[in-house]
């Protein structure tokens, strides 16, 4: 008798924890049913991908959509549809917001603005110095995927500078807890270093003397308390040694932009749009990032999309905000490094899906196999295209990517069986839906 499957992928080139080789993919009720031949098989809808690998769905980690209270950078619908235009089929977002995501109430507003998603999604718990008691709370909510602890300020009010309330809430919660990691007390010293109007000074202000001061707190914290952390953005080269001692218990995350941007080119060219924290750094950091990347240190890529306007963003420095758009960028930007020769395609695939289920325990997401979701990003690794500003579907309306050749390019974005995206225009209305975790399950009824 043959099998009928609500969607197969045919003809394309398969990479997961198998390897790499020409399959076939089928779906049932949005989980993969069957990997192989399917060529007797029929189905409700195929998706012809000669000529295209077939990868397991991008999970970026750690994005600012700026909903509720900062709507004209980015909102959930405008920021999800840079997701999926991207490749990248689920998204954690973060948590300083107006209000921040601190309290249940505010975790709670979050999931149901975030029903106009294009893509599936997680939200961190924002820490204070005030909510360790509910943080084992909102840490255990459908929809949330960790703690998320500011030990330097960024954008937005959450802020735990201390030791004192770092190891607080360690102490409260159980599930693996994601920080940015800078030296609040070495950042209110340096600010004074801020030169207006130059942004070659952003790294001196934030130098990377705070980055490792700040994380080898946190290590000897997470190792008295006993909990598991993930260090978000690394951005030097002391981090990447310091950090290969202290893989038990602490899982890191590294981004495009320090991967792929250089100080102070970078600053010379882009002025504020290179403005991030931690800063874009000189050669020696970005070389140590490719080394920690090349020896395994790095369990995920996040794009740290963070928009501002370009009205903002045209104020001097160091009156203008850190951050820039990434979500949309990182598989374009990624898959040109490994058409260069400097990422594997299997790395690569471990970075932004493997590596997320993993370090943050993700219910079956993350890996292509049978049973799993049947979320997956195809893409044209011989596609020649030029990043672009006109592309960038952020609200912000430019990426620091803009004029940018690549080689390799997202050619679909298939999120639970249902095809949401294909040759760079989405063809299916919004139908996110909250990533659930193995720590946290719903029980059955």
Request: charged share 25%.
């Amino acid at each position: 008798m043959t099998q009928t499957y609500d969607l197969i992928i045919k003809g394309g080139e398969v990479v997961n924890h198998a390897g790499r080789g020409r399959a076939d993919v089928g779906v049932i009720n949005g989980k993969i049913a069957k990997i192989g031949d399917l060529g007797t098989a029929s189905a409700g809808e195929t998706v012809d991908a000669a000529g295209l690998h077939v990868l397991p769905g991008v999970i970026d980690s750690q994005v600012h959509f700026r909903e509720p209270g900062l709507e004209w950078k980015e909102d959930l619908e405008t920021g999800s549809r840079c997701a999926v235009l991207g490749g990248v089929t689920a998204v954690f977002e973060m948590p300083n917001t107006n209000p921040t995501t601190s309290d249940p109430d505010t975790l709670l507003d979050k999931l149901k603005r975030a029903e106009r998603m294009h893509c599936d999604h997680a939200f961190y718990a924002g820490a204070t110095n005030e909510n360790a008691d509910i943080l084992p709370v909102m840490e255990r909510m459908t929809g949330c995927c960790g703690v998320k602890v500011f030990m330097g300020a960024s954008t937005g009010d959450l802020l735990v500078k201390d030791d004192a309330g770092v190891e607080r809430v360690l102490k409260a919660i159980k599930r693996r807890a994601a920080f940015h990691s800078e030296d609040e007390y070495r950042l209110e010293e340096r600010r004074k270093l801020a030169v207006d109007g130059d942004w070659t000074s952003h790294e001196i202000v934030r130098d990377a003397e705070a980055a490792i001061m700040s994380t080898r707190r946190l290590v000897r914290l997470a190792r008295k308390t006993g909990k598991r952390i993930h260090v978000l953005h690394i951005s030097t080269a002391e981090e990447v040694d310091f950090l290969q001692s202290h893989r038990d218990i602490a899982s890191c995350e590294v981004t495009p932009q320090h991967l792929t941007l250089e100080s102070p080119d970078c600053y010379d060219r882009l002025k504020a749009y290179a403005q991030m924290n931690p800063p874009i750094r000189g050669a020696k950091h970005r070389l140590a990032l490719w080394r920690g990347l090349d020896q395994g240190l790095f369990d995920v890529l996040g794009s740290d999309h963070a928009p501002h306007t370009k009205e903002e963003k045209a104020r001097p420095y160091p009156q203008s905000p850190s951050g820039m758009p990434g979500v949309q960028t990182l598989v374009p930007v990624m898959l040109n490094h490994v058409a260069e020769g400097r990422l594997s395609l299997e790395r690569f695939v471990d970075l932004t899906s493997h590596g997320a289920q993993r370090i943050f325990g993700i219910a079956g997401k993350g890996r292509m196999a049978t049973g799993w979701d049947a979320d997956f990003t195809l893409v044209d690794l011989k596609a020649k295209r030029t990043i672009t500003n006109d592309w960038n579907a952020s609200k912000c309306g430019w990426t620091p990517f803009a004029g940018m050749d690549v080689t390799g390019w997202p050619m679909a974005t298939i999120i639970r069986g249902r095809t949401v995206m294909r040759d760079d225009e989405i063809v299916a209305p919004s139908t996110g839906k909250p990533v659930h975790f193995m720590e946290t399950l719903p029980e059955e009824a």
